[in-house]
């Protein structure tokens, strides 16, 4: 079964703003993590929430888990030019398999 | 800060070719994967590797593709008979543990153009 799908696919956003992603899942997990990709280049870790906790934040990063729904959102906050790049959740099933979602492209125009 | 090294940045063959990716993960790491991205798609898993042995690989790692540890800091894929669907961004990742909180670190990929 796929899991972790990201929506929307891409996001246009203005400086300064706000951008929100989801990713929904359709597994149990032990947790969940969040990647960006640069164009081109290799996945960069940002955040992991564990299965037993609702919200993390890190820096302008919020991350919100809901395992009743399968479902988790990224928020930054305060969008900068320099935040285009590709997003994606991974998740984990404790099983040396870590399934990423297809990803969502953000482009935070200046 | 510690990285993973992925060797070629990009390799351009003709199909039915044998390809050899290779990769250099963190140290002091354990857990060994390779993944694929076709342009614009999916991450998508192919193998996770420990202790020499596989310990998952996806519907996607057929007997065209092995793996092997051949010293005590590379990692290779090769990818036998090359085919044009072949053709993506391979990325090697390692981590300290295979699961929990663990978090992966990816190389920059290898790009690899069947023709």
């Known amino acids: 079964s796929q899991q972790g799908e990201e929506d929307p696919q891409a996001l246009s956003i203005q400086e300064g703003e706000n951008a929100t992603m989801n990713c929904s899942y359709k597994?149990?997990?032990?947790?969940l993590q969040w990647y960006r990709q640069n164009s081109g280049r290799g996945l960069v870790h940002l955040i992991l929430?564990?299965?037993?906790?609702r919200e993390k934040h890190s820096g302008r990063l919020r991350v919100t888990l809901d395992t009743s729904k399968k479902s988790s959102s990224l928020l930054i906050t305060a969008s900068r030019a320099a935040d285009t790049a590709s997003y994606f959740c991974?998740?984990?099933?404790?099983?040396?398999?870590?399934?990423f979602g297809t990803g969502t492209r953000l482009k935070v125009l200046a | 800060e510690p990285e993973v090294t992925q060797t070629p940045s990009h390799q351009v063959t003709q199909m039915g070719q044998e390809v050899i990716l290779r990769c250099v993960p963190i140290?002091?790491?354990?857990?060994f994967y390779w993944y694929r991205q076709i342009l614009g798609q999916k991450v998508e898993f192919l193998v996770s590797?420990?202790?020499?042995?596989?310990?998952?690989k996806s519907e996607i790692f057929d007997d065209q593709f092995s793996v092997e540890r051949p010293d005590g800091s590379n990692f290779t894929l090769k990818i036998r008979s090359t085919k044009l669907e072949d053709s993506a961004m391979y990325f090697c990742?390692?981590?300290?543990?295979?699961?929990?909180?663990?978090?992966?670190?990816f190389g920059a990929g290898s790009r690899l153009t069947v023709l």
């Open positions: 990742a390692s981590s300290e543990r295979g699961s929990g909180a663990n978090v992966l670190t």
């Open positions: 140290s002091n790491h354990l857990y």
């Open positions: 991974a998740t984990d099933k404790g099983t040396y398999k870590y399934i």
């Open positions: 597994t149990s997990i032990n947790n």
């Open positions: 590797f420990y202790n020499n042995e596989i310990s998952e």
């Open positions: 929430i564990r299965s037993n906790e």
